[in-house]
């Protein structure tokens, strides 16, 4: 069965500062995909970064970045220049290739940007 | 496009009484899912679909029941409403894929209230 696990359920950051949010997860298959969704106060997810499992190369988008480490089974995620917009939940995901899974999510982290 | 819209937004509910959400997408998708969000435990997959006429359970199914019936609709029922059922309730869809990435396209969620 596959899970994950996000250790962090709140997070304090400075403004322009990067901070990392921790994910780690838990499967067999080899083939995986991993996703970070970001949840503002209004309430709706947006999508920011998606790592594949033989992705040789770490993600990047923008200011968010994957620091994906296999061997580890982690998939934190980065976010370099923090902004006050930033300030929101965010959720580690996974999908296993093996039976065709939908997304399993973390338990999220609260991440309040401070000016 | 509208993108994924759920169908109310907003729902209080008394213990006993039945309700239907809807979730309707235009995007042409043959996935859709069903998630609850309670505090502190992320998003929990309830029901899922992976085309019209099909259904599958999640991994907190019960007190709940799903149809697909067209494509672009996917109904999630609640028989007899209990407090336990308060929660938001978050709909999702995508395409098939025989690979990792899968992106999940979210509603804005529907915050329902059982008294």
């Known amino acids: 069965a596959q899970k994950i696990t996000q250790t962090q359920p709140g997070m304090f950051v400075q403004e322009k500062e990067a901070v990392t949010l921790d994910c780690t997860y838990d499967?067999?298959?080899?083939?995986?995909?991993l996703f970070w969704y970001k949840q503002p106060s209004s309430g709706e997810m947006i999508f920011l970064i998606y790592?594949?499992?033989?992705?040789?190369q770490n993600a990047t988008e923008g200011r968010y970045s994957l620091n994906f480490q296999k061997a580890r089974k982690s998939a934190n995620l980065v976010i370099s220049a923090s902004q006050l917009g930033d300030s929101a939940m965010y959720f580690c995901?996974?999908?296993?290739?093996?039976?065709?899974?939908?997304?399993?999510f973390g338990k999220g982290t609260r991440l309040s940007v401070i000016a | 496009n509208a993108g994924v819209t759920q169908t109310p937004k907003f729902r209080v509910l008394k213990t006993g009484q039945s309700m239907t959400l809807l979730c309707a997408q235009d995007m042409n998708h043959e996935y859709m899912y069903w998630y609850r969000q309670d505090p502190g435990m992320g998003l929990r997959l309830i029901h899922y679909s992976v085309g019209e006429g099909t259904t599958a359970k999640g991994e907190v199914p019960d007190g709940y029941n799903v149809s697909r019936l067209k494509k672009q609709n996917f109904l999630l029922g609640l028989e007899s409403a209990a407090p336990s059922q308060t929660s938001v309730y978050f709909c999702?869809?995508?395409?098939?894929?025989?690979?990792?990435?899968?992106?999940?396209?979210f509603g804005p969620g529907t915050r329902l209230t059982v008294l």
């Open positions: 790592q594949g499992s033989y992705d040789q």
């Open positions: 999702a869809s995508s395409y098939p894929t025989s690979l990792p990435y899968n992106e999940q396209f």
């Open positions: 499967t067999s298959d080899p083939s995986y995909g």
């Open positions: 995901a996974m999908r296993e290739l093996r039976g065709n899974t939908p997304l399993v």
